[in-house]
């Protein structure tokens, strides 16, 4: 399978602060490329989805990509306890193993 | 409307078992995945189907895993025989038509335990 890397974490930011999450990828003919947010004990659902070199907003969520590196990254800016999650990097159908986000009170 | 829609919720089966999970997306999505959920491995794609053709299956692990889409609106992944190291998430997605790589909606996962 194609590869994506994550940090597994767990990654803690204060909340308020701005939560930063990574992956990269090894396919680089890939045109895809989505974040989703997992709760413990529930299914994946997207939050974000990004085609194009740059960053796309939405929201308190930026999502940033660079094809030239073969990196994507999520922002998360005035982070909240109800952020903290696991967020899964997918590039195309291939999910990376996630990095677990805990955003303390 | 319904999100994609998977049974048992959960399944507790002894090795040697066959065990049948099914899956029902959501209607008008014409594809549809199966992965595999574990703290270990993370979320692995096993196969998935357009429009009830499979046309990846290099995931499935092993003989032993089979998968089929008679239809539009079911499609279900076989174990046979089952052992330990099968226990997992489940997890069955759909996508609607459209661009080559849509959104997947997710539904809540067949949690599978082999003892």
């Known amino acids: 399978q194609k590869e994506v890397e994550q940090n597994s974490g767990p990654l803690s930011v204060p909340e308020g602060a701005i939560a930063s999450l990574n992956c990269t990828y090894s396919d680089r003919v890939s045109q895809s490329f989505f974040w989703y947010r997992q709760y413990s004990g529930k299914s994946p659902e997207l939050i974000m989805s990004i085609y194009s070199n740059g960053d796309k907003e939405d929201g308190r969520f930026t999502a940033q990509l660079n094809k030239a590196s073969q990196y994507v990254s999520l922002l998360i800016r005035d982070s909240q306890p109800s952020d903290s999650a696991t967020y899964l990097c997918?590039?195309?159908?291939?999910f990376g193993s996630g990095t677990k986000l805990n955003v303390k009170p | 409307d319904a999100g994609v829609i998977q049974s048992p919720r959960h399944e507790v089966t002894e090795m040697g078992q066959e065990v049948t999970l099914r899956c029902k997306p959501i209607?008008?999505?014409?594809?549809l995945f199966w992965y595999r959920q574990t703290m270990m491995r993370g979320l692995e794609l096993l196969i998935y189907f357009n429009n009830n053709v499979p046309i990846d299956d290099s995931g499935m692990p092993e003989d032993r895993f089979s998968a089929k889409m008679p239809n539009a609106s079911f499609s279900t992944l076989k174990i046979q025989p089952s052992e330990p190291r099968d226990s997992a998430v489940y997890f069955c997605a759909s996508t609607p038509p459209g661009q080559t790589y849509n959104e997947q909606f997710f539904g809540p996962g067949t949690r599978l335990t082999v003892l």
């Open positions: 997918a590039v195309s159908f291939y």
């Open positions: 209607s008008g999505h014409n594809s």
